[in-house]
């Protein structure tokens, strides 16, 4: 089979303008257990681009680990690529496919640290192999053999232990602060339901984008 011919036509569910909570974050929240309550892989998977001051682009998975009306929040190494691009330009894009619900989810906004008590929180409530491990990636620098990398685990292994890890001074949480966020849901050819929530002089405003 060639790849043109895989296709899906999306027949699920419809969205309309009066399905749509009138807050975003609130939808959000709705459309977020919908997924989890459908099984669907890693629902807290998401995309997130990033790009440098002069606009090239770059997109990787992350895992949303926390959100609410302030924005999402990821958690990275700052010192990563990711990090880097979000310290010299702090504007993001997120998007989340649930192909179980035919739905993606797209968020657009600035971006902040979160602050280090929460970073912390959130660290200590990781397991321990995950918390050693952000002691010995330096994420996104070149290695030059795994071997490197498991030496350094191993050196971590011995200093923490006791089990007590503390939280790294390069790592921690990121929230993206929406302005912009659209729900898709799949309709038949390709003539899918589009609303958008943007952020106009501090009130969210609704509307239908064509698909
Ligand atoms: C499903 C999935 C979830 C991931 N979650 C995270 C995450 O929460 N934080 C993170 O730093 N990297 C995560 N990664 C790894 C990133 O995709 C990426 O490889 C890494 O962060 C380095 O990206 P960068 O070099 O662009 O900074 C995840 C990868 C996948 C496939």
């Given at each position: ?6 296709r899906t036509d999306y027949r699920r569910q419809s969205l309309s303008e009066q399905d749509v909570a009138a807050d975003p974050i ?29 606009a090239y682009p770059s997109a990787r998975m992350v895992l949303l680990k926390g959100f609410d009306a302030r924005g999402f929040v ?71 053999d795994r071997s490197v990398l498991e030496q350094q685990l191993a050196a971590n292994e011995t200093r923490f232990a006791s089990g ?48």
């Amino acid at each position: 089979m060639s790849i043109a011919d895989i296709r899906t036509d999306y027949r699920r569910q419809s969205l309309s303008e009066q399905d749509v909570a009138a807050d975003p974050i609130a939808q959000f929240t709705r459309w977020f257990e919908e997924a989890v309550n459908a099984a669907v892989l890693e629902p807290n998977a998401m995309c997130l681009a990033t790009a440098t001051p002069d606009a090239y682009p770059s997109a990787r998975m992350v895992l949303l680990k926390g959100f609410d009306a302030r924005g999402f929040v990821f958690y990275t190494d700052y010192r990563s690529r990711k990090g880097q691009e979000l310290a010299d330009n702090p504007h993001a894009s997120l998007c989340f496919f649930w192909a179980e619900l035919e739905r993606q989810v797209r968020i657009n906004g600035a971006v902040q640290r979160v602050s280090r008590a929460e970073s912390d929180a959130y660290f200590q409530s990781r397991p321990l192999p995950s918390r050693v491990g952000a002691w010995t990636s330096h994420q996104s620098m070149v290695l030059t053999d795994r071997s490197v990398l498991e030496q350094q685990l191993a050196a971590n292994e011995t200093r923490f232990a006791s089990g007590q890890v503390p939280l790294p001074e390069h790592w921690g949480g990121l929230r993206i602060i929406p302005e912009e966020l659209e729900f898709w849901q799949g309709r038949e050819s390709r003539l899918h339901d589009r609303i958008q929530f943007r952020r106009e002089a501090g009130a969210w405003v609704k509307r239908r984008l064509s698909p």
